[in-house]
T-cell receptor, first 114, second 113 residues
């Protein structure tokens, strides 16, 4: 298993600004994922962020809007850039410690954009 | 597109077994069946996964049909804290997927006192 801490837990931001979300893991893991959960919806994968390689984005998500850093095996950041109200969502990170599909999730960052 | 079909909601009495069905008729031979749940305002929680044999852990049992086209997650003695959205997901390490999880709408299980 793994324990994941996300910061901030919630934020209210103004349109046009950017927010960087941090994800800290209590152990070294290669595979890390970022998800978005829009209000009342299920989770959608934004990107896979494996240490040592560039993040791989899913269809509909681009690096300019959601730049990701993965400087080491225990940490990653997701930035939501040039925010609009449509970006209001919960953003979650997860890790897959043994690359076997059982992922462990953080509590999420609840973002509201005004 | 989601590869699984689940009922949108189910009810269960506290203390009784909760049986959550999932259809995954297009599952391929190297794909696993995973179950996660999401309690309100929390991140998803891994429950169990299996390939073709039935599996049991401290949280639940997973029954996979012989043709692997459907499965059932069993919570043997449901409690109020088991009220959550339960997601059935198929995934595997093929085509560069790296066990990516595609969440569908899931089943909202409500455990009633």
């Amino acid at each position: 298993s793994a324990v994941i801490s996300q910061k901030p837990s919630r934020d209210i931001c103004q349109r046009g600004t950017s927010l960087t979300i941090q994800c800290q893991v209590d152990s070294q893991v290669t595979m890390m994922f970022w998800y978005r959960q829009q209000p009342g919806q299920s989770l959608t994968l934004i990107a896979t962020a494996n240490q040592g390689s560039e993040a791989t984005y899913e269809s509909g998500f681009v690096i300019d809007k959601f730049p990701i850093s993965r400087p080491n095996l225990t940490f990653s950041t997701l930035t939501v850039s040039n925010m609009s109200p449509e970006d209001s969502s919960i953003y979650l990170c997860s890790v897959d410690p043994i690359a076997g599909g059982d992922q462990y999730f953080g509590a999420g960052t609840r973002l509201s954009v005004l | 597109d989601a590869k699984t079909t689940q009922p949108p909601s189910m009810d269960c009495a506290e203390g009784r077994a909760a049986n959550l069905p999932c259809n995954h008729s297009t599952i391929s031979g190297n794909e696993y069946v995973y179950w996660y749940r999401q309690i309100h305002s929390q991140g998803p929680q891994y429950i169990i996964h299996g390939l073709k044999n039935n599996e049991t852990n401290e949280m639940a049992s997973l029954i996979i049909t012989e043709d692997r086209k459907s499965s059932t997650l069993i919570l043997p003695h449901a409690t109020l804290r088991d009220t959550a959205v339960y997601y059935c997901i198929v995934s595997g390490n093929s085509g560069g997927s790296n066990y990516k999880l595609t969440f569908g709408k899931g089943t909202l299980l409500t455990v009633n006192p």
